[in-house]
């Protein structure tokens, strides 16, 4: 069977290990964790990682900043790492990340360093060469500063700075900016704090200006910035295989931390306090629920009876209802009135001024208290605690249910299990996930490996635990399908419409064999077939790596499975060239059974004869395709355990539509016959279509049994499996109508659009030989003609093709067989692009 067969694994261990174990599950790269079920809290990270974690993305955050900032490229080799924990990594990255972070900050202070005086300098020279140095110099009681600013701050500014009693005067060169502000000396300090309001620094204006001496040390520190930061960028690029190591590294630590977040399991103390929480919540709601029957009861009976408490409202006074009888020890010597519920245990009894130091659990076994306000309007009270009661009991099933969710699910993927909680210590984790039966021995040998190394800690010797669940669930297992690559490669077209179940048989075999079959038939053309068949081995094979983006984009790799679909579609084209077209790019040179257009000089003749045969060929095909997906229906209900529904119902709707098809036929609503018999192409098939149509109300007749039989199925079935959950009488109703009757009709008819596409291709590619035919085949203009048309073919007709293709299987097909709702069998692993990472 292609979807191959999986192993579970419940692997036990604490928790500050769970991440060495995922570490190196995730370099095999062969395990696939279970995400962790909703209902069970999310463990902590041990805290002896967290800081470090955190430490690690600043360092990788910081580092990834600066490669950025500068374009360094990634190494072209791998940078071989070793290591043997996960603490170890994580020493690894902060020891080597520092250490390039220091290196790193003493060159950025470097040039910061020189390029703020570069700045300051450069702001200084712009506005003395616009302005003249005689401006700047020191006046008297006044000052000038020289203020770096945007453009669109710049009105702002000076309204702002014109409090201070200062003028500001505009100075631009080329896209640099300033604000000469003019004050007196007296504002100065307003003015600095106005400054900061526009995040802007005055520059420093040296005492003595020369322009000259500026201008040349100027052009002194530009040299020595841009000799800095080259250096620095060499230095980068020396050590750039170390830098992307780290961030690299960072980012497995992330995809690590991530996985344990999603996928461990928490056994011991916190799910016992989950367990605990819940159960409390259940017997509160329970007790509140015994506590409010017994109060509804009693108000009830008052109500009933006519038994009011008007008389007594004045009084201090407290009611109580008592199952198993009054304690009449207690109650002598007070003054009150008890009655006693006809039929029942339980007594009403009213305490008339009461000793407030009562004992209310000495007056008998079961008591409870009515309250005051539920007494002043019997009848509203009664009404109350009855929709009181409704709702608390619907809150109890609810956390009944809870809680027995929270134990199946928590049993399904824990390795201790609910009965075990009390057998580990509180970081203790579990992670459950699934490997490929083929290689359960590799992982095995990892694992006893891992634990091996562990075990110089006594709690992983006393904790650790390996179970193997030998049934899994196959609603939730997830798919891992292998076939050859040319059938792999179909994949992609079938995954888009949905991932097969695990128990599911997979539509791939038949999409592999389908797809490139219909789009060949809706495609004939052997020059056509044979550019689509070269693309797609190009697609397949090539890996260019040029300076082309367009290209490179394309044949990088990316696409090469898709290479081998266009390539068995265009061999398929080839093929359907001797069956329908004869054709070399319109030009007929070869032999075809079916030639569906015939060009003669500059006429084209499109012939009738052809089309009606391959029309009703379309529709015998998609039949016969409809059927087999109603066979395969049937197989995957009996495969996912409902045995009788496929028996009972899937089967007799696999007749039904058997006979119902043969049914229309005969008066044409399923035109095979009407179409067939006006070709001479099909008299082969005269006889069969006759005894199709002789037999029509027989098939009729057949139709109605298998109705009947499907009618009884449903209502049997309404009655075996009402309530159950996921069974659905409406559903079955509709798979009879929607997808048995009217797809006689429609779904059928649908696949005559293989020999429609066809007509359309065929009549294309012949106009356009003819017209270049017209303008001399051999001339520039008729060569042009075949070229660019043939090329506007190629890509309309090929790109139309396709998606029919998409539709027979995805709507006309799928949709009757296949559900789509598996979860791909995705292995976790380490993501590593830069880094050869070696565990020892």
Known sequence: MPIARLIEYKIALPSEYAFDLLMNIGDAGYFMPITRP???????????????????????????????????????????????????LLEYIIEDGEDLLTRVRQYLDSIEGIRNEYMRLRGIVDVLSSVGDIVIEKLRHF???????????????????????AETLP????????ALVIYPEWARQGLLNTYKL???????VPSTIDLNSMKSKLAELEGRLGKLEQEFRDFLTKVSDRAYAIIDLSDTITNIVRQYMDSAIPEGKD?????????????????????????????????????SFEGLSRLRIRVFMIRGGVNEDTIKGLMYIKRDVEGTDLSILTLVEPPEGLDVRSLGKEVYEISRDYLTNIKSAYELTGRELTDLRSRLKDLEKEYEEFVKEFNEVSTYGVEGINKVSGDVITIAGYVKESLSSKFDILLTSLLSKLAIDAKVRKESKVAYVKEIEPEKAPTLEEYPKPVDAFKKITYMYGVPKYIEISPIILTFILFPAFYGWMYPDLGH??????????????RYKGSNAFLRSIFGGKYSMWGLVFLMAGIWSIIFTFVESGTIFGIEVLPALFRLVHVSGTALEVLSNSIYAMLAVSIMVGIVSLLLAFILKAINAHRGGERDLAIGFYVPLFF????LVLALMGPGFVPVIRIGEKTPLLKPLYPLFNAIEGLMWYWAYAAFAVLAILMFSLFYFRAKYRGVPGFSAAQLA??????????????????????????????????????????GLFTPAGLAVLIIFNLIIILGEGFVAFVQSLRLHFYEMYTKFFSGAGVLFTPFTLGLRWVKLFIV
Do not use: C
């Open 198 to 204: 526009f995040n802007a620094t005055p520059l420093e």
């Open 171 to 178: 100075i631009k060169v080329q896209e640099r900016f300033y």
């Open 38 to 88: 909703g209902v069970i809290p999310a463990p902590k990270v041990p805290g002896k990682y967290s800081e470090r974690i955190r430490r690690v993305e600043d360092i990788s955050r910081e580092l990834n900043r600066i490669l950025s900032q500068y374009s360094i490229p990634p190494p072209v080799t791998p940078h071989e790492v070793k290591i043997g924990l996960f603490n170890e």
């Open 734 to 775: 509709v798979e009879v109508s929607a997808e048995a009757a009217i797809p006689s009709l429609t779904n059928t008819i649908s696949f005559m659009r293989l020999s429609i596409v066809a007509i359309m291709h065929a009549v294309f590619t012949a106009m356009t030989y003819a017209w270049a035919v017209s303008l």
């Open 143 to 165: 000052s000038v500063d020289i203020v770096p600013i945007s453009e669109e701050d710049f009105n702002e500014f000076r309204n702002a700075v014109i409090n201070h009693g």
């Open 656 to 659: 039904f539509f058997t006979f």
């Open 271 to 307: 799910i016992g306090d989950r367990l605990l929480q819940i159960m409390n919540s259940v017997n509160d709601t329970r007790n509140r629920i015994r506590e409010l029957e017994v109060v509804h009861e009693a108000l009830g009976y008052m109500k009933k009876t006519g038994i």
């Open 529 to 542: 077939g044979i550019v689509l068949s070269l693309f797609g081995y190009s697609l397949y094979r090539s």
